[in-house]
T-cell receptor
Framework: NAGVTQTPKFQVLKTGQSMTLQCAQDMNHNSMYWYRQDPGMGLRLIYYSASEGTTDKGEVPNGYNVSRLNKREFSLRLESAAPSQTSVYFC???????????FGSGTQLSVL | AQSVTQPDIHITVSEGASLELRCNYSYGATPYLFWYVQSPGQGLQLLLKYFSGDTLVQGIKGFEAEFKRSQSSFNLRKPSVHWSDAAEYFCAVGARGGGYQKVTFGIGTKLQVIP
């Protein structure tokens, strides 16, 4: 049972480049989330998907887009990366919203 | 909107000593409360959660937390710390009710354990 799988683990981008972070869960969870973690800021919610077919903005959505491809997969896209998007990104899932979160191992992204 | 305060950014304890990490929350009703732990280079793992019932909650790795409504607190405790407990600890609050329920995290407390 893999849980929540994120790819890639590390990525370096130049300003203006685009990329997609992939996330998949195999626990049949309804809700999925993307967080970013910055020193002194804790985890901040970027986007979430309460259930398949729905997505909504979290606290810090600017510069990001998401796709809930199916119940298992939830991707995060940076269309034009900026240095301010340098961070560690975590995907998470829960059976339903507000419940225990299961986290992936994170993606360390640097934008130069 | 809910919020979480972890007043201690960094704590150092000796191995074998007791530990208490503080967490205060702001929410209009009784929330869901969580403690997560993050080891270096890893994602977060749930230590324990409070949904309802007994206000003293037992978790994994010998941790416990007590929900005190009057103080809006959910402090994490461990009677004897092991070197492997060195990690960052996050308190989180989740809202109750229908529809999407957001979970809000504190900024974390980094625990250092010295021999």
């Amino acid at each position: 049972n893999a849980g929540v799988t994120q790819t890639p683990k590390f990525q370096v981008l130049k300003t203006g480049q685009s990329m997609t972070l992939q996330c998949a869960q195999d626990m049949n969870h309804n809700s999925m989330y993307w967080y970013r973690q910055d020193p002194g800021m804790g985890l901040r919610l970027i986007y979430y998907s309460a259930s398949e077919g729905t997505t909504d903005k979290g606290e810090v959505p600017n510069g990001y887009n998401v796709s809930r491809l199916n119940k298992r997969e939830f991707s995060l896209r940076l269309e034009s990366a900026a240095p301010s998007q340098t961070s560690v990104y975590f995907c998470a899932s829960s059976k339903n919203s507000g419940e225990k979160l299961f986290f992936g191992s994170g993606t360390q992204l640097s934008v130069l | 909107a809910q919020s979480v305060t972890q007043p201690d950014i960094h704590i150092t304890v000796s191995e074998g000593a007791s530990l208490e990490l503080r967490c205060n929350y702001s929410y209009g009703a009784t929330p869901y409360l969580f403690w997560y732990v993050q080891s270096p280079g890893q994602g977060l793992q749930l230590l324990l959660k409070y949904f309802s019932g007994d206000t003293l909650v037992q978790g994994i790795k010998g941790f416990e937390a007590e929900f005190k409504r009057s103080q809006s607190s959910f402090n994490l405790r461990k009677p004897s710390v092991h070197w492997s407990d060195a990690a960052e600890y996050f308190c989180a609050v989740g809202a109750r009710g229908g529809g999407y329920q957001k979970v809000t995290f504190g900024i974390g407390t980094k625990l250092q354990v010295i021999p």
